[in-house]
């Protein structure tokens, strides 16, 4: 069967079918805060199709992440993942899984990370609004991010995507894709109710769990095989007709 990559440079923002029938497992097993704390995020997911459940069982298995496709942690959970945890972690992701880790640095938060070698880091104080943005699925539309105020930043590592860097040029947000699987990591609360209202955080928020909800790999439709199958003996060939049928695809 074909497949495709989603294009890393699609500017194209969340659309409400984006997460239609997506599973999102909310954390709760390592200390993080009460779903009712992202109410206004948690309800457009809601809208947009999403299904979103708390998970209270600890430790984190593959049994527990069966089924969801995308892993949500959030500061300032108490509760160090364990390495087993984080192995099974790896191993969901692998077969498509996502993680979505929200806020500053905790055993919560910092576990998650280092799974792809993303590092929380020490630096300046920053609050406020910053506009260094770059392109990404993610910031699609988002001319610039809130901070709540933050002494974190992420060390990101070879082959992450540095989205949104902080008013002290420290890395903010991260994207990162890898093996079938897709991890994003914010450095501050950006997507708190009392915080998800200033400017493009409710967009950038919602782009986010799009982005993390949708396959790394997807059907091309446009695109079949004459033969699907065949078998050749040695030192012979089989001429294969591809078609590309661009009958409903938009221009470009």
């Known amino acids: 069967s074909f497949h495709e990559i989603s294009p890393t440079l699609l ?62 942690a959030n500061c300032c959970g108490y509760t160090n993942w364990t390495f087993a945890e984080l192995n099974a972690v790896l191993d969901w992701m692998n077969a ?4 979505f880790v929200q806020g500053e640095n905790s055993p919560a938060t910092s576990g998650l990370a280092g799974i792809f070698n993303i590092l929380y880091l020490s630096g300046n ?21 809130y901070i709540n105020g933050s002494y974190s930043y992420l060390g990101a590592a070879p082959g992450s995507d540095t989205v949104v860097l902080d008013n002290w040029d420290q890395v903010h947000v991260v994207a990162h894709e890898q093996d079938g699987g897709k991890m994003v990591i914010v450095a501050d609360d950006d997507f708190i109710d009392w915080t998800i209202a200033n400017a493009d955080n409710r ?30 003996p040695g030192h012979s060939s089989l001429e294969v007709v591809v078609n590309f049928d661009a009958s409903n695809l938009a221009a470009g």
């Open 96 to 99: 498509g899984g996502a993680v």
């Open 125 to 145: 104080y920053t609050s406020g609004v910053t506009t260094s943005i770059f392109p990404h699925p993610i910031s699609a539309g988002v001319d610039e991010v």
């Open 11 to 72: 500017m194209k923002p969340a659309s409400p079918t984006d997460l239609d029938g997506r599973r999102i497992l909310y954390d709760l097993a390592h200390g993080e805060p009460w779903t009712y704390d992202y109410s206004t995020l948690i309800g457009d997911l809601i809208a947009a199709g999403a299904v979103i459940t708390e998970n209270y069982t600890y430790p984190v298995t593959p049994a527990v992440l069966e089924g969801y496709d995308v892993l949500w």
């Open 203 to 232: 967009l950038f928020a919602n782009n986010i769990l799009s982005w993390l909800a949708a396959p790394a790999y997807s059907a091309v439709p446009w695109l079949s095989e004459i033969p699907i199958t065949a078998t050749l």
